[in-house]
């Protein structure tokens, strides 16, 4: 998986691309690692229209980034998510955790 | 490096000897072929310079025969030939050598020549120790594998798979699975039956599930519902696992006696309910988060009810199962496994469904745990047909019951709303040895008896509300706005006293509640449908010796053998 970062105001944005699984873990951790210690961020776009796929350790990975984002008070938003993907947030009932579009 | 130098000429061995000596490396010698294969065998050096023309036996036969012999271990050896010939660099290197040189011996050459070899040993040595440490973490990772794989099947007690109601099917990917099935009774004849999915697969999916059986087991024997058992798993598991992991489940309760199906759905594929005919009648989808990721104080234990008739089925499975993929990748799909259960006839589903896996995957090893349940509401048993049966086992008598034994409860409004006092019994029950046989009966008392004084007494609602399309539905949701809005005087006591003469051994079980009181006549024993189906009042009726209702009909005592 690729993960590209944007940074406009208070909003980073995460566009990731490719298949969205245990494989990703470490790119994606360090990505939103970073992310998190950047002072002025107040809002977490995470931009899924390339997700090829994704599975629970990607869910788990999500759990992860929303725990860091909470403690540093930050909103975490999905956006843009291809049907397959929104179908597995679904099934998980995610969108009671994250604002899911 | 320990190196073998084999010369038959003693001023090429001192030579060499010095100059190898001098580099830091520690020289062993051999004056002839032979000799150059005895002590390799016996020092096992990490290189060897070998003449090629030497008497007794010549080193192209030595080092043939020193190849053949260091098996899995690199050790180069360098040729030392007279002449700059063609052919004896053929044959050198047919003969399995690695390098050459010439003589006269140019001291540089010889020491570039060794440094290489050094160099290509250390990648070696550092290849075959990688490879042990692989071979090591494998070992470990496939015993790890098989305690947990034993621990599991310890824990989810297989043998309380054998009921009859249900079949299933569990395939892992790996040795341990990380889907698990638990099912078992209640004291009261419910089937309760868990379809649990953790997080990935393998070793540390199978490890996120394995505190779910106990909770599952210990909580299903004394009658907890199944949205308690969830509550539990979920706070249980909240607080061992770390935040990336979750368990997906489904949970169920099929009331053979009340012939309801409740089902708890966090993260799974929807649960499907067929009528007889094969037609999707009820679908269950997701509607919790996975278990293990809300604060128990956001959890959400509500579950769905639904009433099932004659042929019913629930079918329940993990996303294993539709997302089988194909050699180009190709998911199976929710309808081809909801097509096996229109098309197929009912003894043969799982069987169609296996090899319709089968198919479709090309017997490929799956990318994750398939789980499949069929329960089939016919085969549940309920406890009209235990006790119509022609020689109905009575239980035998409890003896470790001590004389004198009293217990009295009080609910008040606030407690009704969140509390279901029947397991606090039925555990104080168990504890006091009161046999199985025994527990079943008395559940089944004294989970009427409480039902009635909430829902009759208290809530005032007509059990004729059941009657009719959607008559159960209905009656639930006013149940639920009712006792809700409950006033707070309400109260509700139970009492259960322990009376031995010398004569009898028996309980005492007495329900009141502070409502105007109802007909239990009407409302609970003239229900047609009530006494066909052998359940409710009559059925208490039944397997109590005395049932007595006092006059406005807000309190019950019943008195049952032990």
Not at chain 1, 21 to 48: C, G, W
Not at chain 2, 128 to 152: C, F, P, V
Not at chain 2, 201 to 226: C, E, K, R, W
Not at chain 2, 280 to 294: A, T, Y
């Amino acid at each position: 998986m690729q993960v590209s970062t944007q940074h406009t105001g208070d909003t980073i944005t995460i566009t990731l691309e490719g298949r969205f699984d245990f494989s990703a873990h470490r790119v994606f951790r360090s990505q939103y690692e970073t992310t998190l210690q950047i002072p002025e961020v107040k809002h977490i776009s995470l931009n899924m229209a390339k997700v090829e796929y994704l599975d629970s350790s990607a869910l788990g990975m999500l759990l992860l980034l929303n725990e860091g984002a909470r403690a540093s008070n930050i909103q975490v938003a999905i956006v843009n998510c291809p049907e397959n993907v929104m179908k597995i947030l679904n099934i998980a009932n995610f969108g009671r955790i994250f604002k899911i579009s | 490096m320990k190196i073998l130098v084999a010369d038959d000429s003693a001023t090429n061995r001192a030579v060499l000897g010095a100059l190898l000596t001098n580099m830091g490396h520690q020289p062993i010698f051999a004056e002839d072929g032979r000799e150059a294969v005895d002590v390799f065998e016996r020092e096992l050096p990490d290189c060897v310079l070998m003449d090629i023309m030497m008497p007794v036996e010549d080193g192209l036969s030595a080092t043939r025969r020193i190849k053949s012999l260091s098996t899995g271990r690199l050790t180069p050896i360098i040729m030392v030939t007279t002449l700059d010939s063609e052919t004896d660099l053929i044959n050198a290197i047919e003969a399995g050598a690695d390098d050459y040189f010439t003589k006269p011996i140019k001291m540089p050459v010889v020491k570039a020549k060794v440094r290489a070899m050094q160099r290509a040993i250390e990648v070696q040595r550092d290849i075959e120790q990688k490879t042990q440490e692989l071979e090591k973490y494998y070992y470990d990772a496939e015993n790890d594998m098989r305690i947990t794989s034993h621990i599991m099947q310890r824990m989810t007690e297989p043998e309380k798979l054998n009921d009859p109601a249900f079949e299933y099917w569990l395939q892992p990917t790996a040795q341990c699975s990380g889907d698990l099935i638990c099912a078992a009774r209640t004291p009261g004849g419910v089937l309760h039956l868990i379809l649990a999915d953790g997080t990935g697969h393998g070793l540390s999916a199978a490890m996120d599930v394995i505190p779910l059986p106990q909770i599952f087991y210990a909580m299903t024997a004394i009658a907890y519902s199944i949205g308690n058992i969830a509550a539990e798993m979920n706070a249980k598991i909240k607080a061992l696992l770390p935040v990336d992991h979750f368990i997906a489940a489904t949970l169920l309760a099929v009331d053979p006696n009340n012939q309801t199906i409740e089902v708890w759905n966090g993260g799974n594929p929807t649960c499907w309910i067929l009528n007889g005919r094969g037609e999707l009648v009820h679908s269950s989808r997701s509607k919790h988060l996975p278990i293990g990721i809300l604060e128990p104080a956001d959890f959400d234990a509500s579950t769905e009810k639904v009433r099932f008739s004659a042929g019913y089925r629930v079918i329940t499975f993990s996303d294993g199962l539709p997302d089988a993929g194909n050699a180009n990748g190709a998911e199976l799909g929710l309808d081809r496994v909801l097509n096996v259960f229109r098309k197929t006839s009912i003894s043969n589903c799982m069987a169609k469904l296996k090899s319709l896996v089968a198919t479709h995957t090309n017997n490929a090893k799956t990318h994750d745990d398939i789980s499949v349940v069929i329960i089939h509401t016919d085969k549940l048993a309920t406890w009209a047909d235990k006790t119509s049966h022609p020689n109905p086992s009575s239980p035998a008598p409890s003896t470790a019951l001590s004389n004198g034994w009293r217990l009295e409860m009080r609910l008040g409004a606030t407690e009704l709303k969140v509390l279901d006092p029947i397991p606090f019994v039925i555990d104080l029950l168990k504890k006091l040895q009161v046999t199985d046989a025994h527990l079943s009966s008395l559940f089944l008392i004294i989970s009427e008896l409480f039902n009635n004084a909430l829902d009759h007494g208290l809530l005032k609602l007509d059990s004729a509300i059941k009657q009719g399309e959607n008559g159960f539905e209905n009656y639930l949701s006013l149940r639920g706005e009712r006792l809700a809005k409950l006033s707070q005087d309400a109260t509700l006591e139970l009492e259960f006293e322990n009376q031995i003469s010398e004569r009898s051994r028996r309980l005492k079980i007495r329900v009141k509640d502070s409502g105007e009181g109802f007909d239990h006549k009407t409302e609970v024993l003239g229900n047609d449908t009530e006494l066909q189906h052998g359940r409710g009042i009559s059925l208490v009726q039944k397997i109590a010796d005395q049932v007595v209702y006092n006059p406005s009909g807000n309190e019950v005592i019943v008195s049952y053998s032990l």
